[in-house]
């Protein structure tokens, strides 16, 4: 089968490798609608470490080919939404809080890390009864497309920050994980809603989705806009969904005490994260600082699934350009490595 993904660190391209052969618990799946992610192009130039011969994606609807003699769920033809995490669960880390962590630091995230991933003609789905779910009939794939990363990632950053109704909360970083982080605030009650960005896509969106102030980085630093915004209190929940380390730095500096920062980045192994003394209470000010993976799972997916199919969100605004046909993953890919200005999220349809 073809696959495009890295061939060497810093080097991309198409690839023939085997279909990969279905466990008793399994299913092989082939794409209806995909989309790369900042991770794929993270992976593409090492920044998770060095790759070679891997096919890349983690972000996919499909129609299930073959599964397994365990499978109880499903069968041939049904069109199934993948979540992007896919934990072994059987692995003791999955009775632990996070199923992120099934048996180590991020282990659940099998595509493009410990096998291929859905940029190719077929791919396998471990444990397919807990790992996928069926693709409602009134959510168009595009629309369940969105919900696998980008809602499943964002929303977590809110379930992490812990958002209460009426409180004020920062997002810095209105790409498509912040942006339905900006939304999934909204939905848990927040009050003043504070989107650091600066693209007028982005921004355009954001307050679609309940964003009452912005803040642009380019009109002054944020954390003396958001001071001000906040009367000099400070935010009561922060989430970091973009922007360079220093973010970081300035998130918890504009967190309240007694406030929560929620980090969603993916970070580089070469960036040092710090935080002056003063800016934490000198370790007194009981802001919680929390980071970590979306979960995953069929129930998840389901869950969040629910969400759309009520008509709470419409997911498929992230979506900012559309490709037709399996090679133009290459051009999908490249896309989202240059980040053009009006860049939110690129789709291709197979």
Not at 126 to 155: C, H, I, R, W, Y
């Amino acid at each position: 089968m073809r696959g495009f993904g890295v061939i060497t660190t810093g080097k991309a391209g198409w690839m023939e490798k085997e279909r990969p052969v279905a466990g008793p618990l399994d299913a092989i799946v082939k794409p209806i609608v995909l989309a790369p992610c900042t991770s794929d192009v993270h992976n593409y130039h090492g920044g998770a470490g060095p790759k070679e011969n891997l096919i890349l994606g983690h972000e996919v609807v499909g129609e299930v080919v073959e599964v397994g003699d365990m499978v109880t769920r499903f069968k041939p033809g049904d069109k199934v939404v993948v979540a992007t995490t896919t934990p072994d669960w059987l692995a003791l880390g999955v009775q632990e809080k996070y199923n992120a962590h099934d048996s180590g630091p991020l282990k659940s995230f099998k595509f493009t890390s410990s096998r291929d991933g859905v940029f190719s003609e077929y791919f396998l789905v471990n444990q397919a009864d807990a790992n996928m779910t069926f693709l409602p009939e009134n959510v168009k794939p595009e629309a369940a497309l969105m919900v696998v990363d980008m809602m499943s990632t964002g929303f977590h950053g809110v379930e992490l920050a812990e958002i209460n109704f009426g409180e004020n909360v920062v997002v810095i970083g209105i790409g498509p994980v912040g942006l339905m982080a900006v939304a999934g605030s909204a939905l848990r009650g927040a009050g003043k809603i504070m989107a650091v960005g600066t693209r007028p896509d982005c921004v355009k969106i954001a307050r679609e989705y309940g964003a009452t102030d912005i803040i642009n980085y380019k009109e002054g630093d944020i954390l003396d806009q958001v001071m001000e915004l906040t009367n000099g209190e400070g935010a009561d929940k922060v989430i970091i969904a973009g922007g360079k380390p220093e973010s970081f730095t300035k998130a918890v500096q504009m967190t309240r005490a007694g406030g929560i920062v929620s980090n969603l980045v993916f970070w580089d192994a070469i960036d040092v994260l710090s935080i002056p003394a003063p800016a934490w209470g000198l370790g007194m000010k009981n802001v919680d600082i929390r980071g970590g993976f979306c979960p995953g799972g069929a129930l998840r997916m389901e869950r969040l699934l629910n969400v759309l199919e009520n008509g709470r969100l419409d997911t498929t605004k992230l979506i900012s350009h559309r490709y037709e046909g399996f090679d133009k993953i290459e051009d999908a890919f490249y896309l989202m490595d240059e980040k053009p200005r009006d860049l939110i999220k690129p789709v291709v349809f197979i």
